[in-house]
Structures are given as structure tokens and as C-alpha cells.
């Protein structure tokens, strides 16, 4: 194994050396064209270096999530808020006012929901008759590409998201997805963002994530959406040559969201693409500002957490 055989001894990630970007603000993005940087500078401040995604394409396997019920309620309130949209073309279309100044990143893989069946699929899997019907199936890791690069363009994306399963039982195909969308996106200057996906059978460790995060960036992925590790996530992001954005994960009590968005920045993150614990505070506006003063404006989680209160005393 490459990685065993010969080597020299630990690790060494850098992690107080940050990768320059000589001429563009962003990590990773110097050697791109023109249409590239420009759509990655609308996802990304080039002051600060940093993206507010804010996340709402849930419903596209999981339906009607608590806080997504009515996505004109419930979003549009938080969209001045936010650098970029991450969404579905449906909500896109039916609900986003093409107004927006805000970019727009596209889900683009899905087929797959919450109660695919678990126990058996027949079908073809690379161009043979495939039953699929052992335990542990893991039906979410059965994703196909869902966008078009053409829709992509009519839609006005920035960025294509696409889920990978590295370690799932379809970890190839969801890999194909993502070479795929980057080979089209690549011809049109859109980014795709490689959003790395939590299984049962994928751990949650920085060792997880090291490999994932890198095999996405290898293979063209121009941005990574990933979680946030308690320990070790600056070598996570260090080891990545592209930027990475972490997301919430389960709703957790705003104080404790502020202080992983704040850690996750502090230790090398390009930002959030957060969802739930956003849209499912108790305040969503107070915590989309907050967010934003800890991700823009160098609020410590505190400064943030005081901000939140206040404002959510006002309304
Ligand atoms: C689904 C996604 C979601 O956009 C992502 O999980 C972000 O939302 P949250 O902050 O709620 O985790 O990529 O696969």
C-alpha cells in the first residue's frame, strides 16, 4: 500500500502554512477561468474569503422537513441574509423570486428518499441484470445525477451540488455522478461542490474526512461541503487544496452552532452551507445575522450568541 510501505514517519499537514492562491482571493481557484472566478466570487465575499450557503434542499429526499413546510414562509425571510442559495430547481422555479441577487447552488444528484425500499432493488448495475437485497443496503447511496448542465445554466447556477458516498455500497456511482457533473460543468465555468455524505457504514472521523475531502478535490470538485470534527479539523481542511464549507448537521442549541461555525473558520473553513440549524431556530432571522457575524463580520461565538438574544428580544 502506497500509503504504508517506505514512508518516513507521521503525517505532516501544514496546518500554519495556508496554501497561497497567488492573484485570486480563494484557495485552490487561481488557475481558473474568468467565468469560474466571477461565479465563485459571488458565492464567495472576495473580502473576506468566506461563503454563507444557507442550505434548504432537504425536501429533496426527505419531503416536507420540519421548517421547510412552507419554503416561502419560512426561507425567503433569511434570503437577504445569505451569500448563496442552496436549493432544489423545484423550489428555484416555484419559489425564489428570480429577482434574487443571491448565487444559486443546485442540487444536482438525488433519485433516492428516505423510505427507498430497504431490502431489495432489481435493476442493472454496470450493464448487467443486478438483486440487490442483502443486509445493510444502503438505498441513499443510490443517487443518480438529477440536473442537466443545460437546466444548470438556465437556472442560473454558480454551483452544482452533488452527493458522494465514499465507503458506501455505491461509492462508484456516486463518484461517476460527480466526475461526470464536473466534465459538463467544467465546459460552462459553473464550480461543483462535492458534498461529502454520512452512512452507516462511513465514520465520522478526521481520518474519514481527510480521505474523503481529498478524493473529491482530486477528482475536479472545485468546492467541499463537509462536517466539522471536533478534533483534528484543521488537518482537514489544510490537506484539501480547495475550500471547504461545513455544514450543520442536527439542529443543536445556537450557541453550540455558533461556536462550530466559529471553530470550523478559525481552522481553515471557507464558511458554512448550513440548513437546520438555521431554519429550525427559534429565531431564524436573529441566528442567520448571528451566523453571518461570526462567518464576516470576526464576532466571536459570544459576541454572536449576545447578538442572537438581542435580536430575538426585538422581535
Ligand atoms: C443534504 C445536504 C444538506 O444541504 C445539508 O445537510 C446541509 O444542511 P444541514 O446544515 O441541515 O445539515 O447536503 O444532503
Redo the contacts with the bound molecule.
Sequence with gaps: MADLDGTQGDKEFYTDTPQEPPGFFLKGSHQYDWGLKNRLSRVFNPETGRTIML?F??GYFMGPTTGLERVDQTILPLEPHCDCL?LTRGIQRSIIPASTGKAIALRASGGTSMVSPMDEWEGELDGKPARLARPGYEPLSFEDTAVDIEEAIRLNASVL?V?VFIGGQHERRSLQNLTRTIDAANRYGIAVMG?V?VGRSMERTPKYFRMATRIMAELGAHII?CYHTEEEFETITSCCPVPIVI???KKRPERDALQMAYDACRQGASGV?????IFQSAAPVPMMKAVRGVVHGGMSPDEAFDLYRSLQDEA
Design positions: 442550505a434542499d432537504h442552496m451540488a452527493q458534498v455524505a461541503k455544514a450543520g448537521g452551507d448550513m440548513g437546520r440549524n
